[in-house]
């Protein structure tokens, strides 16, 4: 059984030596990392990955970390920014905290460190989380105390496997999952048959979740826009689309 994937986290450094070492520490620990080498291209990545945690050098080429993180909130991306920052400076820590960093380490730091840190964060960032019983993805809702699915208000009736596959995409949201890892997930192993249950069980989530219909305010019938997606040769995924609010 392949190690299972402990969060997604985006690392941004300019320095190649900086960016190859806590992507072999993170990976060993048990992350998936993306990386970026500047803030322009540290935004592209975030909004295409919509990573669990962020670790962000302070001093970028060309956009600072400060101004990364101002940007991707008020693009409504609100993942944790863990800043790396060269000097020990009471004003760069008070300024990164201010435009929504979670916590800062000075550079030079140990690897164990900054490993420690991150899962200090994802730790309070998910204790907050599960307060609310609520996950949504646009318009669409799963009340975990009630097990109730509602899409535009309207309530959804699920098989069991269908919520547990649908729930499972939805904390996953924004991250293509593969056949493999819904399969361990959803059915642990101990389905007797291929991978074709995957498929069938998306088609079943397709007609109910995106096959809702609605009437808009000048009483025409719409359908609600399409969340679940398939990437080809690679698996499935549930996305807010860009027009949606929240997304």
């Known amino acids: 059984m392949s190690k299972s994937i402990e969060a997604s986290i985006v690392v941004v450094d300019d320095e ?9 520490s993170l990976h060993f620990s048990g992350f998936e ?9 540290a935004i592209e990545v975030i909004e295409k990955c919509n ?6 050098d302070v001093m970028l080429p060309d956009i600072d970390g400060f101004t990364v993180t101002r940007r991707i909130r008020q693009e409504g991306i609100d993942a944790p920014v863990l800043f790396l920052t060269a000097r020990d400076d009471t004003q760069d820590k008070v300024m990164g905290l201010t435009v929504g960093g979670d916590d800062y380490v000075t550079k030079p730091f140990s690897l164990e460190e900054v490993v420690a840190r991150i899962r200090a964060i994802l730790r309070r960032t998910r204790e907050q989380i599960e307060d609310d019983p609520i996950i949504r993805v646009a318009d669409l809702e799963i009340n975990e105390d009630s097990h109730d699915v509602t899409r535009h208000g309207q309530v ?6 269908e919520y547990k596959l649908l729930r ?6 924004g991250r ?5 890892q819904i399969l361990d997930h959803v059915w642990q192993y101990d389905w007797g048959g291929d991978a074709a249950i995957v498929e069938s069980y998306i088609s079943y989530l397709r007609k109910k979740v995106d096959g809702i219909t609605y009437t808009d305010e000048d009483g025409e019938e719409r359908k609600v826009d399409p969340l679940i997606q398939t990437k080809r040769g690679i698996g ?3 996305r807010a689309p860009k027009s949606a609010p929240g997304a």
């Open 156 to 161: 959804i009736e699920l098989s069991p496997t």
């Open 236 to 238: 499935y995924m549930i």
């Open 16 to 24: 190649p030596s900086i960016r190859e070492l806590l992507v072999a």
């Open 176 to 180: 293509v999952l593969s056949k493999a």
């Open 51 to 56: 990573p669990d945690l962020i670790v962000l």
């Open 168 to 173: 499972y995409l939805m904390d996953n949201e």
């Open 33 to 41: 990392v993306n990386t970026a080498a500047s803030g322009s291209e």
